[in-house]
């Protein structure tokens, strides 16, 4: 009997013995986040995310901790269903999480956004603001364009869709360096003129581009097709079995609507205006 319970302590946090109760966060609100990943989060809490954690906080009384880990493979893993034995995990919740992702238990669905566009508002993208005028533009210079991307994303089918691969400036999705992130594309290359434009998911469009104060940037959501999926619901995440934990989260962000979204307006996300987030009478069960 002692050896098997010195086997399941050892491997509490990987394979336990018996089946573990549901653990509910004690007072604390413990978020996981990426230390250096705006407009999201970042170690000095100036991300959306971290100003929608302390608003959940407040609400619900508690003290706010973080635990911190590059989003990078692995992030789950060692965030949300990491801990030591005797511990308690190393956190409890994570903001942002696709609403259909299968690694944890997902909220309702408090954003939708889409990949976004991002141009000059110079050279032969002077005066654009729509798709439309974007594709109306002459061949020749249309030709010209080098428009960065994040290799394996979303965007890159849209690019397949439009005969614009040939002129694609590929950039990591997941750069080994903690210290790199997404926003780079714009704030670097586009704003300095290496490319002419930057297909990035949408928050990430609004905050950066809304940075740089020369030249000005033109930021325009794209519309899915058939062909190109580029709109998604954004919930939080949580672990599976911590379902009474879940609904008192879709409770709070039912009662927080306005104030989440003043939020994410206040960080230049584009929103999508025809996604109601859930009402206080009925949970969003909607999938991207």
């Not at 790199?180 to 949408?202: F, K, N, S």
Request: proline content about 7%; aromatic content about 8%; overall charge negative.
């Amino acid at each position: 009997m002692k050896l098997l319970a010195t086997f399941c302590m050892v491997l509490a946090y990987m394979l336990p013995c018996h089946a573990q109760p549901p653990t509910l966060p004690d007072g604390v609100l413990r978020v996981c986040q990426d230390p250096n990943n705006l407009p999201f989060s970042n170690q000095r809490g100036e991300g959306f995310e971290n100003r929608i954690a302390e608003l959940l906080a407040k609400q619900l009384g508690w003290r706010l901790e973080y635990a911190s880990f590059p989003q990078r493979m692995g992030f789950i893993r060692n965030t949300l269903r990491f801990r030591l034995p005797g511990e308690h995990y190393r956190c409890d919740l994570v903001i942002g999480v696709p609403a259909d992702y299968e690694q944890t238990a997902t909220t309702q669905a408090y954003f939708r956004s889409s990949y976004a566009l991002v141009i000059r508002n110079d050279g032969a993208t002077a005066g654009v603001r729509s798709e439309q005028q974007f594709f109306a533009l002459p061949a020749t210079a249309l030709a010209q364009l080098k428009i960065g991307v994040h290799t394996r994303s979303p965007a890159a089918e849209w690019l397949v869709e439009h005969e614009l691969v040939s002129q694609a400036v590929p950039y990591l999705s997941l750069n080994a360096d903690p210290e790199r992130y997404p926003g780079e594309m714009i704030e670097r290359d586009l704003a300095g003129g290496r490319i002419d434009a930057a297909l990035v998911w949408g928050p990430i469009a609004g905050f950066f581009a809304s940075r740089v104060p020369t030249p000005e940037l033109t930021v325009i959501p794209l519309q899915s097709t058939a062909h190109s999926h580029l709109d998604f619901a954004i919930a939080m995440g949580v672990r599976q079995e911590d379902q009474a934990w879940k609904a008192k989260l879709d409770a709070l962000i039912s009662e927080n609507h306005d104030a989440i979204v003043a939020i994410l307006r206040d960080y230049r996300v584009p929103l999508l205006e025809e996604h109601r987030l859930a009402s206080r009478h009925a949970t969003t069960e909607e999938k991207p």
